[in-house]
């Protein structure tokens, strides 16, 4: 009797260690993680003070934008991007730009360069801005849906918004040599519930069923 409870216990033990690793590696394999954006450059040509006076007439913007799976075993399909620039914080909206939605592999980044007309700016107060000595900030937002490929399927869209300041002096390009990491305003602990919670279910149905 006593050998054939230890046999059973033993039995349950390797269950729920089975278990326990089929639910990690689950979880594991399931698990995404957002691309990562961030501005490694920006350019203002007419705010460029050491360019000849010609360039104060260039109402343009440049942007180089770079976009990064870190995912080893996952891809990223990104709908199309809409990048929505600002002047001063987002008092003032100055230009608009999409990117055609596209897909990328495993641990690929790519960049997205543009060249953009810039309207409704007040130019002159900016350039005197930073003639001053002083900064003027832009800011730009991202918005597209994602949908992340595991081996041969694909999961649900889900949104990815973030945006970042970008400072500019003088020279009309930023002020910080570091790239600019776009981030969200909020963390969304909602959709990563959702992620999870199929998990606890099965957990708390393997705990509850022994
Ligand atoms: C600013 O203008 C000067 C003169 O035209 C040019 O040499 C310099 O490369 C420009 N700065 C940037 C960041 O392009
Ligand atoms: C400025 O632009 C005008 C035409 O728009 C041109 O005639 C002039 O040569 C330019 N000046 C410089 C310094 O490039
Ligand atoms: C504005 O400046 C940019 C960067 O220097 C240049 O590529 C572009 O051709 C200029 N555009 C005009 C209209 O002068
Ligand atoms: C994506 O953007 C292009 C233009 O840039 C537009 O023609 C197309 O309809 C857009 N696709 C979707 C799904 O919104
Ligand atoms: C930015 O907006 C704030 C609030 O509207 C205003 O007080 C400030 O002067 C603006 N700065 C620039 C550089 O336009
Ligand atoms: C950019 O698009 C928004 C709507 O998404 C619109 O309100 C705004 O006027 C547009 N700005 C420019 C400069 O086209
Ligand atoms: C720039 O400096 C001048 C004089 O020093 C001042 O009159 C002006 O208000 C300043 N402009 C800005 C945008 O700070
Ligand atoms: C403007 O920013 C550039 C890049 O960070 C820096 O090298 C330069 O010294 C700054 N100029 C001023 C006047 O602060």
Redesign the pocket.
């Known amino acids: 009797m006593a050998e054939y409870g230890g046999g059973c216990c033993r039995c349950c033990f390797s269950f729920i260690i089975t278990s326990g690793f089929a639910a990690l590696f689950m979880w594991l394999s399931l698990r995404t993680s957002k691309p990562d954006c961030s501005i490694e450059k920006f350019y203002v040509p007419a705010l460029n003070r050491s360019a000849d006076i010609n360039s104060t007439n260039n109402h343009t913007i440049y942007f180089d934008l770079k976009l990064d799976n870190g995912m080893k075993e996952k891809g990223v399909s990104y709908a199309n991007i809409s990048l929505n620039f600002f002047y001063n914080s987002t008092h003032l909206p100055i230009a608009n730009y999409t990117v055609p939605g596209f897909y990328q592999g495993h641990k690929k980044n790519t960049h997205r360069r543009q060249l953009l007309e810039a309207t409704g700016l007040p130019w002159a ?1 900016a350039l ?2 930073v ?2 000595g ?1 900064t003027v900030s832009f800011r730009v937002e991202l918005a597209t849906r994602v949908k992340y490929k595991i081996m041969f399927w694909y999961t649900k869209r889900e949104r990815l918004e973030v945006g970042g300041d970008v400072v500019v002096n003088d020279t009309g390009k930023k002020v910080n040599r570091k790239n600019i990491k776009l981030k969200s305003g909020s963390p969304g602990p909602a959709s990563h519930w959702v992620r999870v919670g199929p998990l606890l279910i099965l957990t708390s149905f393997i705990i509850v069923f022994l």
């Open positions: 107060a005197e801005a003639s001053n002083s």
